[in-house]
């Protein structure tokens, strides 16, 4: 073994036992220390499998029943999402229920199942009209249909929940109802003292899941009607959109994310401003004036179950699900709802501080392993580049004879940056809902909207590519691929398939050794890579064969995005070794892959922060708005790590395959391995 292969070795020993050891740590958390027992499995239900977590903390017996709580993901979410309730719920004492709600995680009916109707509300409801378009018939792809109607509750009544083709809302608590049922009957969860919580897409299930047991009773005559129900950025609709006569919300708290970019969790104003608070809606939730109505105050009565609250909390939609402020009041809220003198008074008599939280300790422990194990794969690839049949994948880097330089380089750079970034609004929400996909092959909901943006992109470049080339034959040129990355040195005009080949082979490789540790984590630990949402898990036969499916898209997109960011573009820095000169061609690089993102992540925010409202309703409606908006925060992070890995792959081997690759192979296990589908 050469010394190159040794330290390649150690470091990938290293590397992987200092993964092992954050996941091992964020293992450690989750029991809550040795104080919460954590078990796994699917609950049989009429519309199919449900996936859950539970959270038993070892006080939890027949003997002394606890309180138990159902917790509720929100869109393109999973179960492990609702981690810091969970775990911190449990370090209190109560038994908490965390399941995969339809067409996420590993639970197998999808969105579909939730049902539809051909009609969309554009207002809170109770609020709308045909007159002015706030209520109208919608066509379209299903999944259009499904998106359209995430707010539209199977309790509301028949001219929400039924339309005249025979479709309707059959089941908006998407397998809440079941769980909830399940939870009330363990022998070591008390049935009269029971919460739930939801996050976005989960607070409508929630709500659905707080009506269907409203006045309910067990077989054995005990009050199982929820006692409190915590929204985590949730609607609120007037009581004329259902049975208010009969049907009740004991103890409701809504917390409520400053800068949400969800319009109907903000009433579809632009701004969560002081009006909001005093308007009829609120005031209807609250049970006050608007001269009296206040953000974070408590009205009502939590012995009766009218206790009522909007909690204000400085974030975003999607970081509310670990906002610690948030979590800590929706503990407080629990306690005192439950009912007990000992959980009201929890702190004073020594217990644990709402503030007192942990949960965060076990994200970043997460984000930690899988960037660690990400470094493994690269030195897994050092290793295997020393050997006989991926030592040719190694070449020199062209010379700087056509390297683009100054004013080029930035014209380059910035037109490509344009391109992605003007096109993301529009492609993602397109594909999103409307184009028209085979939609029970192609599953995936935000995956569509994903791989129509990367193929206008990769269109536009395509028509870019076969100008340079008309250009070129002009002059009697041919297009060099050697230069772009995609060609090997003795025959630079034509795109080697072979070295492609052997690069495939070669990512499947480190690839496959993240597998393997995601495998183990999840096996020994029932915990993932990630930090807080879905990012590398394991797969289930359907999303194995949605990987296969969305592959091709994703490995051409990021092959030609490793192209042009690190070869086409390469500049002075690419040439220069040691880590000075990784940095100079990875800021370049990186900014490249990024600037469209960052430019919209602009756009989105300076005006929301600005107190006008988020930049893409105002410049483009609402329709544009929400879900690839709210994605960013995910997005971005994960292209700077895929310009990190192609930068590192090409500097290493001169060629942009691997790079490419592996950013879209990982890319790819993201999107079909952790976000819903139909």
């Known amino acids: 073994m050469s010394k190159a292969q040794k330290r390649s070795a150690i470091a990938l020993a290293l590397l992987l036992v200092l993964a092992f050891i954050s996941m091992l740590g964020a293992d450690y958390i989750q029991h809550g220390m040795g104080s919460i027992d954590i078990s796994e499995g699917v609950l049989a239900t009429e519309d199919g499998q449900l996936y859950y977590k539970m959270y038993t903390p070892k006080t939890a017996t027949e003997e002394a029943p606890a309180p138990g709580v159902l917790l509720l993901h929100g869109y393109q979410n999973d179960h492990e999402t609702c981690a810091a309730y969970a775990i911190e719920l449990a370090r209190r004492g109560y038994v908490v229920l965390a399941i995969d709600e339809f067409g996420h995680g590993k639970t197998v009916p999808g969105l579909e199942a939730r049902g539809y109707v051909n009609k969309k509300v554009s ?259 050092d290793l295997l580049l020393e050997t006989g049949f991926f030592k040719p994948l190694r070449q020199e880097l062209p010379s700087r004879t056509r390297m683009l330089r100054g004013g080029k380089w930035w014209r380059s750079a910035i037109i490509t940056m344009l391109i992605g970034g003007i096109l993301y609004p529009f492609a993602t929400q397109l594909g999103h809902a409307l184009v028209p996909l085979p939609e029970h092959l192609f599953r995936m909901t935000v995956g569509n909207g994903l791989i129509t943006w990367y193929s206008f992109i990769m269109l536009i470049n395509l028509v870019i590519l076969l100008v340079g080339r008309a250009k070129a034959k002009k002059k009697g040129q041919t297009l060099n691929w050697y230069e772009k990355g995609l060609g090997v040195k003795d025959k630079p005009g034509k795109l080697s398939w072979a070295l492609g080949f052997r690069s495939l082979l070669l990512v499947l490789c480190i690839a496959g050794l993240v597998y393997a540790f995601a495998a183990l984590c999840d096996a020994m630990f029932m915990l993932d890579l990630r930090i807080i949402w879905p990012m590398l898990g394991t797969f289930n036969a359907m999303r194995l064969g949605q990987f296969f499916l969305y592959i091709c898209f994703f490995a051409c997109y990021f092959v030609m995005v490793n192209a042009k960011a690190m070869a086409t573009l390469r500049c002075e820095a690419s040439y220069k070794p040691g880590f000075r000169g990784f940095m100079g061609s990875w800021w370049r690089s990186g900014l490249v892959m990024t600037g469209g993102i960052l430019l919209i992540v602009l756009i989105e925010y300076i005006p929301f922060f600005a107190e006008i409202g988020p930049g893409a309703d105002l410049l483009f409606g609402s329709t544009f708005g929400g879900p690839f908006m709210s994605l960013m925060i995910l997005l971005l992070p994960q292209i700077v790590v895929y310009s990190l890995l192609g930068c590192y792959c090409y500097r290493r081997t001169g060629n942009a395959w691997i790079g490419g690759l592996f950013s879209g192979v990982l890319a790819c296990w993201i999107v079909t391995g952790g976000s819903s589908f139909l």
């Not at 919580?197 to 269907?212: C, E, K, R």
């Not at 953000?295 to 204000?312: C, E, H, K, T, V």
Request: glycine fraction near 8%; hydrophobic fraction near 40%; charged fraction near 25%.
């Open 123 to 381: 207002v809170n409801f109770g609020e709308e009209s045909e007159a002015d378009g706030t209520f109208k018939k919608i066509g379209g792809t299903i999944r259009y249909r499904v998106l359209m109607n995430f707010s539209n509750l199977s309790f509301f009544d028949d001219k929400y929940t039924k339309d005249d083709a025979g479709n309707s809302i059959r089941n908006s608590a998407e397998g809440g109802i079941a769980a909830y049922k399940w939870l009330a009957d363990l022998p070591n969860v008390d049935e009269t003292r029971l919460g739930i919580s939801g996050h976005s897409m989960g607070t409508w299930a929630a709500w659905s899941v707080a009506a269907a047991y409203s006045g309910a009773t067990n077989e054995y005559g005990a009050d199982i009607m929820p006692k409190a129900t915590v929204l985590q950025c949730g609607e609120l609709f007037r009581d004329s959109a259902y049975d208010s006569e009969n049907i009740k919300f004991n103890n409701v708290l809504l917390l409520q994310a400053k800068y949400d970019e969800f319009s109907y969790f903000r009433d579809y104003q632009n701004t969560v401003s002081e009006e909001l608070i005093r308007s009829p809606l609120r005031c209807e939730f609250l049970g006050t004036t608007p001269e009296e109505a206040r953000w974070d105050r408590i009205y009502g009565y939590f012995s009766d179950g009218s206790a009522r609250m909007i909690r204000l909390l400085r974030t975003n939609h999607r970081l509310t699900t670990h906002n610690a402020e948030g979590l800590g009041m929706a503990l407080n809220w629990f306690d005192e709802s439950m009912g007990t003198p000992e959980m009201k008074n929890r702190y004073a008599n020594g217990g644990l501080h709402p503030m007192d939280q942990i949960a965060m300790t076990k994200e970043w422990l997460n984000l930690a392993a899988l960037l660690l194990v990400l470094g493994a794969a690269l030195a897994l690839m």
